[in-house]
């Protein structure tokens, strides 16, 4: 199977979901968008689409002109019958495509929170796998109207829009559950600066979170990440 994967951000790290199609034997076609990387102009040549975070907004056309095109492909990949996977700003551009309103400028949600299923969940092929609930690791500002159509699957205290599917296999995860501890350390090095604007307390933090939360996460996390992968069709 070939997944084109779009990186938006730097030190981006694909982590579990990486591990999941690597597991499964993908050939990720990889396209780095912040490197001047081009994405296709459709489907065709792709079993599967993943969209990763960054730290823009999905509404920062002027600053990332590749934006609205990369809303439309994750629409034309779903209305193909193909999976589709966004995350935390993924999620956001997943949502753009699909008709929904983006919310800008929220108050941070940061660090490993707790992840609670809608009762839609039980029944998800994906989210199932959050089983009562779980801490999975945010860290965002923005967030989205439902897009038309879309199954709620997940909300935290904070975010009520946490995870939703339209159709089959097209699934918008604020969340972070693609990253594990080894991807929150990094981050927590390469982003020191700008988690002390808005987490300064972090650096305590974050080992008693790590040693509390991240078992848990990491466990649930590649759970997800696998049951996604596992909707992908040749």
Known sequence: MRVLVVDNYPETRLGLVGRALGEAGAVVDLRVMHAGDPLPEGHAEHDALVVFGGGQNALADDEHPYLPHLAGLTRAFGEADKAVLGICLG?????????????????????????????AAADDPVLAALGAGAPLFHWHFDTFTLPPGAVHLA???????????????????????????????????????????????WPERHPRDATLHGPRADKVGLAIARAWTGLIRR
């Open 91 to 119: 999620a956001q551009i997943v949502a753009r495509g699909h008709g929904a309103t983006n919310i800008l400028g929220r108050p941070i949600e940061f660090g490993w929170k707790k992840v609670t299923p809608t009762p």
């Open 155 to 201: 909300a935290s205290e904070q975010t009520p829009h946490q995870a939703f599917r339209v159709g089959r296999a097209v699934y918008g995860i604020q969340f972070h559950f693609e990253a594990d501890r080894e991807v929150v350390e990094s981050w927590s090095a390469g982003f020191a600066g700008q988690i002390a604007g808005h987490t300064p307390d």
